[in-house]
């Protein structure tokens, strides 16, 4: 089976841009959510989406949003960019949450 | 948001040397995931545990859900470069019944 895949791999914003990332999940599986990952704050959960719909969400504010289409396919939407956005965005899918996860390669952002 | 003790945090040993590392939690935990992550890429799945006192094994990995299922450990036999990363231990469980992340341990071998 193919591995989970994210696009693009590297994105440079200025501040008060949005910026939409894409995340294809592993074939069967139905479950998928987003990371944020930073040196400082480690791995932050950011939503986890199934069959279209928002099941658990994090602690990260309304700019942050995201949304899953009827093949599982998911993307996330950052609006307002603020330095502090840049990170490595991870997603991962799994066929149920919270069973084991498999993670995409991260989607490289950086906020000038 | 809630982390998972993770110990030590960065490790500095030569090839051939014997890891350990460990995660401790207060809650109890219904499963243990160990990953893997090299520069620039991904976490990547090394070892899951389902079951309180399982030892699972991985070629030179072999981890242990604790018979508490508060915690678990991570044992790298004869260490080689390509070890070299950042191990995450997650769990699943305590009050959110959420996958909660570890802090992560840098390991870093020299040759």
């Known amino acids: 089976k193919a591995g989970v895949t994210q696009t693009p791999r590297y994105l440079i914003k200025t501040r008060g841009q949005q910026v939409t990332l894409s995340c294809s999940p592993i074939?069967?599986?139905?479950?998928v959510s987003w990371y944020q990952q930073t040196p400082g704050q480690g791995l932050q959960f950011l939503f986890e989406?199934?069959?279209?719909?928002?099941?658990n969400k994090g602690n990260f504010p309304g700019r942050f949003s995201g949304r899953q289409f009827s093949n599982s396919r998911s993307e996330m939407n950052v609006s307002t960019l603020e330095l502090g956005d840049s990170a490595l965005y991870l997603c991962?899918?799994?066929?149920?949450?919270?069973?084991?996860?498999?993670f995409g390669p991260g989607t490289r952002l950086l906020v000038l | 948001g809630q982390q998972l003790n993770q110990s030590p945090q960065s490790m500095f040993i030569q090839e051939g040397e014997d890891v350990s590392m460990n995660c401790t939690s207060s809650?109890?935990?219904?499963?243990w995931l160990w990953y893997k992550q090299e520069p620039g890429e991904g976490p990547v799945l090394l070892i899951a545990?389902?079951?309180?006192?399982e030892l699972t094994s991985n070629g030179r990995l072999t981890a242990q859900f604790g018979i508490t299922r508060k915690d678990s450990f991570l044992n790298i036999s004869a260490s080689i470069p390509s070890d070299v990363g950042i191990y995450f231990c997650?769990?699943?469980?305590?009050?959110?019944?959420?996958?909660?992340f570890g802090t992560g341990t840098l390991l870093a071998v020299q040759p």
């Open positions: 074939s069967g599986h139905r479950s």
């Open positions: 989406y199934f069959s279209e719909t928002q099941r």
């Open positions: 545990l389902y079951k309180a006192g």
């Open positions: 991962a899918s799994s066929p149920d949450y919270p069973e084991t996860q498999y």
């Open positions: 809650s109890i935990f219904n499963t």
């Open positions: 997650a769990g699943v469980g305590g009050a959110t019944n959420k996958l909660i």
